[in-house]
Nanobody, 126 residues
Framework: QVQLVESGGGLVQAGGSLRLSCAAS????????MGWFRQTPGKEREFVAA????????AYANSVKGRFTMSRDNAKNTIFLQMNNLKPEDTAVYYC???????????????????WGQGTQVTVSS
């Protein structure tokens, strides 16, 4: 069982930055493919970014490419999402997710992940 706890959400003006963190339990964290998703009311949860176990490979949704950067610190069992140049349309609840396997082609799909955090709210004002 893996427990994930997100932090770092908040209210920011358009053009600002936030850094989300997700702390994970478990001894084999470095072997997990990790992802970030987001969800707004009435919409499905959508893929934001993913990172391989070593941190050497990342993938991003087109909507955040060039603005968001995902990283991980395996020594601290933590992943990060640095969000720059935030836009009002980035407003959502952000969830981290863990898959106890190497990242596969399905990393942008919710079903690829077995564990989810409780989410952290990000609100971007215009």
């Amino acid at each position: 069982q893996v427990q994930l706890v997100e932090s770092g959400g908040g209210l920011v003006q358009a053009g600002g930055s936030l850094r989300l963190s997700c702390a994970a339990s478990g001894r084999t964290f470095s072997s997990y493919c990790m992802g970030w998703f987001r969800q707004t009311p009435g919409k499905e949860r959508e893929f934001v970014a993913a990172i391989s176990g070593s941190g050497g490979t990342t993938a991003y949704a087109n909507s955040v490419k060039g603005r968001f950067t995902m990283s991980r610190d395996n020594a601290k069992n933590t992943i990060f999402l640095q969000m720059n140049n935030l836009k009002p349309e980035d407003t959502a609840v952000y969830y981290c997710a863990a898959a106890p396997t190497p990242c596969l082609r399905s990393i942008s799909e919710r079903y690829a992940y077995d564990y989810w955090g409780q989410g952290t709210q990000v609100t971007v004002s215009s």
